[in-house]
């Protein structure tokens, strides 16, 4: 079994052109991983998420603890058995969807108290329980728990909020099991303040992880501001590790923050928007439920390899949406995955060129230009 | 471009192995068709459909009609070309549907005037416009406006029903237009009055079509009247045309129907049970969200070849389907319209081998004898 690594191949500024070596195959990154929440990434067969060019997948601790388990998971091969995905990948650690999700949430020292909101059953999750329920799930990554703090959120609360989230990293690396090939990542905290970043990148690299994110962005602090923190934190974290940027985000979000020196990340993004009509495109979002497309002939993008582009019209993408047709889901998502890794690719090969500065800025310029001309 | 053409290969009793020719394409019959409403086959992508062995769907002209548009769909380039389907396609003529869907409908000698479910636009659907409609949606085969008599019915109302439907049947096939490898089937009716099918029939015969379809049930009359109407109409059909029973049905309706002479069935059990968990098996139906199924490792059925049985355990399918994941309507439809596929082949190699009512009673016992034992 091969060593849990990660690989600097090439730098242009501070963006990374890396590869991730995990127990279940290799990632280039920057890389983008497609969000798996309930051991499906939606609409998508394993092998429609491996056509768009996805290498790694994110799977959601909190709602497969809570169906079917993760005992039953265990039990069952693990997640790559279960859902037929034999490539690496990383699980949050429940954390986040405690905070947004269940009810009648206690947080205290040891962990966080909650309720599902499937079936309302007590469940506690602690550093210790994140990290065995990660391991019993089989992920290559394993995230540390933390408190995902919200935004806004006052300095001092902030700060104590962020102190007991590295307390809970320290509690997080004594509970994991170490095996070849399996990393445990550690997440700066400190909502949108430099030094509670800077403090939290230190502590965490006292600590030592195979990897470390970014979180507590893109909650609604605006882009300006998750550019700044990124930027603010990415200089503080070890330059041999990777960096995984939670949560992000829309296009020009992904190739902003790689510029920024992140290597990960994670968004629903392309994979919600292919359930409501929404394509990304080179030349921008499409609404495909627009009237514009209800009787053109010429696909999303004419340069798209995905299986929407290739066989179908806007006009017949526009049908099944506008009648809420499961394949309108199926060839929207499967389009936006393929946009989304295509773009990352642009990025890995610019920055192994050294233009990646070119490359940001003729993706700004057609990004925002507006949607092709109606015909 | 070939001729529109049937060729009974192989007899075993009433069954009939044959091959129907068409301009886009040879379907093997008997045949089940897979139901593509409004031009999909719900959750598929055409691919998959063709993966799992059909070689002909049916699209809906009455969905098709009022969204996106016949006229809209020729210029577009027509159906196959829309929807990415390049082998046969049947339409039915709408009438069905009208009588299910449409709001405010008012029969006539001419045709059915209705408002749409979708928009409450107003219709009027003739023998003339149905056909037209068709060939706008460049369908292989187009079916003439009928009017589905409803079950149940009396006797009287049912014969001036069906003979209405024969008027419509005569002025469908004036208003057809001929083109090489296209073809117009007319449809019996008479509800369950088997006097009233064999007229029905012999007027159509006498009209002349180029197959026969028997419409009119399976809307309530039970198995055995269903059987039983069929065995009193296939007689009456020409022997060198395709039979095509209509909506029909269960896996064991449609082997009893073979038995009887029949050559084509649609129906939407396998894609609509998909949606609702239901699976079809060799060993009968199986409620994929049963408790017997959440922490079981084996496929569905370990000799079939769908994507969901090569690939997936019993558990995670029930886990998709309770989770609401459309990934579990994806792998079920999939499996069910496999199943049909497998059933038909297999059908169509006991009745070129003379063995087709041992297969039939094989068949039955093992489709009746429940599931395989829990874990």
Chains 1, 2 share one sequence.
């Not at 056509?51 to 603890?65: P, R």
Request: include cysteine.
């Amino acid at each position: 079994m091969t060593d849990f690594r990660f690989d600097v191949l090439a730098r242009d500024g501070a963006a990374r052109r890396g590869l991730l070596k995990t127990a279940h195959g290799t990632v280039d990154t920057p890389a983008f991983m497609p969000v798996g929440t309930a051991a499906t990434v939606k609409a998508m067969t394993p092998e429609m998420v491996a056509d768009a060019g996805a290498q790694m997948i994110l799977a959601n601790t909190y709602h497969l603890m809570l169906r079917p388990g993760a005992d039953r998971i265990e039990r069952l091969g693990g997640l790559h058995r279960f859902m037929n995905w034999p490539g690496p990948i990383l699980t949050d650690s429940g954390g986040f969807q405690v905070m947004s999700l269940a009810s009648l949430r206690r947080i205290s020292e040891d962990g966080v108290l909650f309720r599902s909101h499937i079936d309302g059953s007590r469940h506690h999750l602690t550093p210790r329980t994140a990290v065995d329920i990660q391991r019993k799930l089989d992920a290559a990554i394993t995230m540390v728990l933390d408190e995902c703090t919200p935004f806004p959120c006052e300095e001092g609360v902030a700060a104590e909020s962020m102190r007991r989230s590295m307390r809970w990293a320290e509690r997080s690396k004594a509970a994991f099991v170490t095996r070849p090939g399996y990393g445990l990542f550690g997440i700066v905290q400190g909502s949108i303040y430099p030094d509670q970043r800077m403090e939290s990148a230190a502590t965490l690299t006292a600590i030592g992880f195979d990897g470390y994110a970014i979180g507590g962005l893109a909650v609604g602090e605006g882009p300006e501001t998750t550019k700044r923190i990124t930027e603010a934190t990415t200089p503080h974290l070890p330059a041999d590790k990777p960096r995984y940027l939670m949560g992000v985000g829309k296009p020009d979000d992904v190739v902003a923050a790689v510029l920024r020196g992140v290597d990960m990340f994670d968004c629903v993004l392309p994979t919600r928007s292919g359930r409501t009509g929404q394509a990304f495109t080179r030349r921008g979002p499409v609404n495909i439920e627009n009237a514009r497309n209800i009787e053109d002939d010429r696909p999303l993008d004419n340069r798209c390899p995905c299986p929407a582009c290739r066989s179908y019209s806007r006009a017949y993408l526009c049908h099944l949406h506008r009648s809420k047709e499961i394949l309108g889901a199926i060839l929207l998502t499967a389009h936006n995955i393929t946009y989304y890794q295509q773009l990352m690719a642009g990025l890995r090969q610019a920055i192994a060129a050294g233009s990646v500065t070119a490359f940001a800025d003729a993706f700004s310029e057609q990004y925002t230009a507006g949607d092709i001309e109606a015909v």
